[in-house]
């Protein structure tokens, strides 16, 4: 889909390019369109699209450094300001993951995991865990406060949210 001209990737793309030198992207589909916004296309290991976790796994399996920023390809409004305080968490020392939080609400697909976690997080997939949410609260996530009214967390994933943010009329979280 795309959102003001462009697709959803690239407006991603634009805005941490510029901050890493080993951007990969899970996909299970479409490599050679994602290709040209990646440094390199990872997929899943199992079948059937088995849901975020396991394209999780697949990234940090492949990721050359020791932290990964995760972000959907399907919230094309984030910005490099968010994407920086994310990554001050770096700079705080600690090992614990990070999530990004509205209100009661944590967001794990913006955010920013140790690779020290891959092996917990295959464990838990070997043992049938599916939740992203639930590993990293499990690893004592640490929450950067995003207020509910953000949407440059909003996912445009279905054509009505993604015509009320071309039109700016979109809503926000409650």
Not at 109 to 114: C, E, H, N, T, V
Not at 123 to 140: F, I, N, P, Q, Y
């Amino acid at each position: 889909m795309l959102f003001r001209g462009k697709p959803f990737i690239a407006h991603i793309h634009a805005v941490v390019r510029e901050l890493t030198d080993d951007l990969i992207i899970s996909c299970n589909r479409n490599q050679a369109v994602y290709a040209t916004y990646s440094d390199r296309c990872v997929s899943d290991s199992v079948d059937g699209y088995p849901g975020p976790l396991a394209g999780v796994i697949a990234g940090l399996e492949q990721a050359r450094h020791a932290w990964m920023l995760v972000l959907p390809c399907d919230a094309p409004l984030v910005d490099q300001a968010l994407v920086r305080a994310m990554l001050a968490h770096l700079g705080k020392g600690l090992g614990y993951p990070l999530m990004l939080r509205q209100g009661s609400q944590w967001q794990p697909m913006f955010s920013l995991l140790p690779k020290a976690l891959l092996p917990t997080l295959e464990a838990a997939w070997a043992a049938g865990e599916r939740s992203l949410l639930r590993l990293l609260l499990a690893a004592r996530a640490k929450g950067l406060p995003c207020s509910c009214q953000d949407l440059r967390l909003q996912n445009l994933n279905s054509p009505e949210v993604l015509l009320a943010a071309q039109s700016g009329t979109i809503e926000t979280r409650p």
